[in-house]
C-alpha cells in the first residue's frame, strides 16, 4: 500500500524560510510527476511546484524565484525548499504523485506565515 507522509510545516514570520518533506512508502510504479499543491480554506487546490520525468520541474508563478522542489531518489523523498516566505503562501500544502494508473495524495501540513 502506497502512503505519503509530509512533514516540515510550521509557523514562520514573512521572509523566512522552511523545507518540506515527502516520503513515499510502498511500491510505486510508473511515475510521472512529483510534486506539491497547496490549498487554503474555500479555494481550490493549486499546483506550487512539480518534477516531471525527465527532472523538468514547474513552478506557479507566484513562487517562481523562492520556492525549489528537488527529489532525493534514494530516500524516496521529495522536498519543497521554501524562502522568503509571504503571508499569501499560508496553506496546507499536500505531496503529490502522479502514476500512469493512479493519484496519491498525502494528509497534507499546514504552513502559517505570519506578517
Known amino acids: 500500500q502506497v502512503q505519503l507522509v509530509e512533514s516540515g510545516g510550521g509557523l514562520v514570520q514573512a521572509g523566512e524560510s522552511l523545507t518540506l518533506s515527502c516520503k513515499s512508502s510502498g511500491i510505486i510504479v510508473g511515475i510521472r510527476l512529483l510534486g506539491w499543491f497547496r490549498q487554503t480554506p474555500g479555494k481550490q487546490r493549486e499546483s506550487v511546484a512539480a518534477i516531471i520525468v525527465g527532472n523538468t520541474t514547474n513552478y506557479a508563478d507566484s513562487v517562481k524565484g523562492r520556492f525549489t522542489i528537488s527529489r532525493d531518489v534514494a530516500k524516496n523523498t521529495v522536498y519543497l525548499q521554501m524562502n522568503s516566505l509571504e503571508p499569501e503562501d499560508t496553506a496546507v500544502y499536500f505531496c503529490?504523485?502522479?502514476?500512469?494508473?493512479?493519484?496519491?495524495w498525502g494528509q497534507g501540513t499546514q504552513v502559517t506565515v505570519s506578517s
Open positions: 503529490h504523485i502522479k502514476t500512469f494508473k493512479f493519484d496519491y
